[in-house]
């Protein structure tokens, strides 16, 4: 059975960087989209970036952290990541990585999860 | 940018009463393009529904979706102890660049 857990998180100062990282074993990913969701204290799910199965690799990022956060796999580790640049206050979240799941007649959805690292970014 | 708007913010349920969950679309979307996931406290979401109405691998058949164009429902039935949780809806735009939106989510608590 797929599992994913991610790595990386922790406090950093505002315009600082992270790198989290996801390692899926089980099986391999390399079939399949992944996706890094956040979630700020308290409130619900964002959306932060896509990347689409090995053979494709195309990249899709949220408008809120376009320009700042990068998201890459190797398939040779089984393992995605996500460069965090000038992190603002606002980056504040547990940091989710997911499987992408579906297909064009069944709609795509986020099917195998993480259980999340913690990214503070304080002054 | 499609807006999804989950209401009632909180529903305060005792366990064996149904629930009814709604997401409001700010415009007509794909049925395809819509999930249910649940969160319990501390713990990373769960995809409960897809497309809508299908249920997702080993979600029990209390769980349903429905609903079509701007209006989506989840409805839970006879809830139970582990179903006490926040509930998302989530939608896929397709395009050239595709995006994910979710809603702000439900939170079904004991009364």
């Known amino acids: 059975q797929l599992q994913l857990v991610e790595s990386g998180g922790g406090v950093v100062q505002p315009g600082m960087f992270l790198r989290l990282s996801c390692a899926a074993s089980?099986?391999?990913?390399?079939?399949?989209?992944l996706h890094w969701v956040r979630q700020a204290p308290g409130k619900g799910l964002e959306w932060v970036a896509s990347i689409s199965h090995a053979g494709g690799d195309d990249k899709y990022t949220a408008d809120s952290v376009k320009g700042r956060f990068t998201i890459s796999r190797d398939n040779s580790k089984n393992t995605l990541y996500l460069q965090m640049n000038n992190l603002k206050l606002e980056d504040t979240a547990v940091y989710y990585c997911?499987?992408?799941?579906?297909?064009?007649?069944?709609?795509?959805?986020?099917?195998?999860w993480g259980k999340g690292t913690t990214v503070t970014v304080s002054s | 940018e499609i807006v999804l708007t989950q209401f009632p913010g909180t529903l305060s349920l005792s366990p064996g009463e149904g629930a009814t969950l709604s997401c409001r679309a700010s415009?007509?979307?794909?049925?395809?393009?819509l999930a249910w996931y649940q969160q319990r406290p501390g713990q990373a979401p769960r995809l409960l529904i897809y497309?809508?109405?299908s249920r997702a691998s080993g979600i029990p058949d209390r769980f349903a979706g429905g609903g079509s164009g701007t209006d989506f429902t989840l409805t839970i039935t006879r809830l139970e102890p582990e179903d006490f949780a926040v509930y998302s809806c989530?939608?896929?735009?397709?395009?050239?660049?595709?995006?994910?939106?979710f809603g702000q989510g439900t939170k079904v608590e004991i009364k």
């Open positions: 989530q939608h896929y735009h397709h395009g050239g660049s595709p995006t994910w939106t």
């Open positions: 497309g809508a109405s």
């Open positions: 089980g099986y391999s990913v390399s079939p399949y989209g």
């Open positions: 415009q007509s979307i794909s049925n395809s393009d």
């Open positions: 997911a499987r992408w799941g579906g297909t064009p007649r069944s709609g795509y959805y986020m099917d195998v």
